[in-house]
């Protein structure tokens, strides 16, 4: 089955970085959609930040600039290296895997099938 784990969270103060992991397994990592999406409590989910298995990414306008979006497909790991982070990306992050459509992989949660279960990112 697939299975998703985040991992890297922690606290940081603003202006700092944090580097998150998330570990695929069952399924075939490269030929799949995958994302980083974070969510306040009480608030919608929110898209972060895409890549498809040609390394083309779409980021978010609140972090483009910020956060960068890599895999690796012999690991069959996605990273998020975060910097310059600021108190407004405190939240609960999570990856997630989908298929997109005619190879194109959109941003939007709703696209995205399966989810791991988050890493807790707070910035002071």
């Known amino acids: 089955h697939v299975q998703l784990v985040e991992s890297g969270g922690g606290s940081v103060q603003a202006g700092g970085s944090l580097k998150l992991s998330c570990v695929a397994s069952?399924?075939?990592?490269?030929?799949?959609?995958m994302g980083w999406f974070r969510q306040v409590p009480g608030k919608e989910l929110e898209a972060v930040v895409v890549?498809?298995?040609?390394?083309?990414?779409t980021t978010a306008d609140s972090v483009r600039g910020r956060f960068t979006i890599s895999q690796d497909d012999a690991k069959k790991t996605i990273y998020l290296q975060m910097n310059n982070m600021k108190p407004g990306d405190t939240a609960m992050y999570y990856c997630?895997?989908?298929w997109g459509k005619g190879g194109y992989c959109y941003i939007q949660p709703p696209w995205y099938n399966y989810w791991g279960q988050g890493t807790q990112v707070t910035v002071s």
């Open positions: 069952g399924y075939t990592f490269s030929n799949n959609c």
């Open positions: 997630a895997t989908g």
């Open positions: 890549i498809d298995n040609d390394d083309y990414t």
